[in-house]
């Protein structure tokens, strides 16, 4: 080999190096902040940052920790997080439930490059607004002409809905490959009294026309701008949960969708915290137990623990408030905690293995 085919051969994989997971730090924190505890995370590999949501503020490091920006001034409650790499852009749901109203953070991240900065009115903070999911929180199910508010104590709310809470892109359900889709799951209100809140609700949008939607967000003057419907609605039979999909994640390394949630607490199943669907598996037509309704319903993948009497699947595995795919089998996992009023993230960087009790394993 010739020294210039040489030296670009090295060069070539000296950069290859950088990018793998494996050099990522094995850990990393998020900072202290007076906020919520951390709702989800996103991480942007090529331009080496990480961002997390404190359910008020929106925070942003590099790969080796350092503070770079801080986006707040909102009231809203923001969710998990999804950075799409065909727009540049940082999703992330956003919650209103006193107004029924529930968008999608559509964050120009580029932007955010100091402390102090504020959403509201502003070209880097923009909302689109889900009628669906706003459809189904307020729908009056026991038809008393009245709806109930932000309580799970209640037959209303459709599927037991309580907002929208994990999001990620992906591809359509049923293929693994091909136009990327926001995928969008639901919160789940935990109500043991009623059979209709057992599956996980996903929505499926193409995002390539949301610009048209898109506004700055105004607290005092919620808009109502968004697509009429999904690109598709689906429905994973998992037992209820405590606030549904608090995290979603797709990885194309696995060919996984992650789902991960708070125990719920129905004696009836074995109330797994992570469950997993295969992006290859077919979405069917079919009942949706306890709701008189067909809907296209997901099978959960076969694999982790198995629970016979329900026939649900899944793992106890802490995946509620931060997973972020990094590739080749490689996660950041978030683990939330507090002291002295200030809420913090570690970030662990974790190896997939499938393992039924620990399918996770940090790097050593």
């Not at 799970?152 to 709310?157: E, I, L, M, V, Y």
């Not at 429905?235 to 390394?253: I, K, M, P, R």
Request: proline share 6%; net charge neutral; with cysteine.
């Amino acid at each position: 080999m010739r020294l210039g085919s040489l030296l670009l051969c090295l060069a070539s994989c000296c950069a290859l190096a950088q990018d793998h997971p494996l050099s990522l730090p094995r850990s990393l924190n998020g900072g202290a902040w007076p906020t919520g505890h951390v709702q989800g995370i996103a991480v942007d590999l090529q331009r080496g940052f990480v961002y997390y949501s404190f359910t008020t503020l929106l925070v942003k490091t590099d790969l080796a920790g350092r503070l770079i920006g801080a986006l707040g001034g909102f009231a809203g409650h923001l969710g998990d997080l999804a950075f799409n790499p065909a727009d540049g852009l940082l999703y992330g749901s956003l919650e209103y439930k006193a107004q029924q109203a529930f968008y999608i953070a559509i964050i120009d991240v580029d932007k955010i490059v100091a402390p102090g900065l504020q959403a509201q009115k502003s070209a880097i903070f923009r909302t689109v607004y889900l009628p669906e999911a706003a459809a189904d929180y307020s729908a009056d199910m026991n038809g008393d002409g009245f709806f109930d508010g932000d309580t799970a104590a209640t037959a209303d709310h459709r599927y037991g809905c309580s907002g929208i809470d994990g999001v990620s892109f992906g591809p359509r359900f049923g293929r693994t490959g091909g136009k990327q889709y926001l995928t969008v799951a639901y919160g789940v209100y935990s109500n043991l009294h009623r059979a209709d809140n057992d599956h996980q609700v996903l929505l499926q949008y193409d995002v390539s026309r949301w610009p048209r939607y898109a506004r700055p967000l105004d607290e005092s003057a919620p808009h109502r701008g968004g697509p009429a419907r999904p690109a598709g609605k689906y429905f994973v039979y998992t037992g209820n949960t405590n606030y549904g999909v608090q995290n979603l994640e797709y990885d194309a390394s696995t060919r996984l969708w992650f789902l991960g949630v708070y125990a719920g607490a129905k004696p009836g199943f074995p109330n797994y915290t992570l469950f997993a669907v295969e992006a290859a598996a077919k979405p069917r037509r079919a009942e949706l137990r306890g709701t008189g309704e067909r809907g296209l319903l997901l099978p959960l993948a076969p694999a982790g623990l198995w629970d016979a009497a329900s026939g649900v699947r899944g793992w106890f595995q802490k995946a509620d408030v931060g997973i972020a795919s990094l590739g080749g089998g490689f996660f950041y996992i978030a683990v939330n905690s507090g002291r002295n009023g200030l809420q913090t993230a570690d970030l662990t960087l974790c190896r997939w293995t499938g393992d039924p009790h620990r399918p996770f394993r940090p790097v050593p």
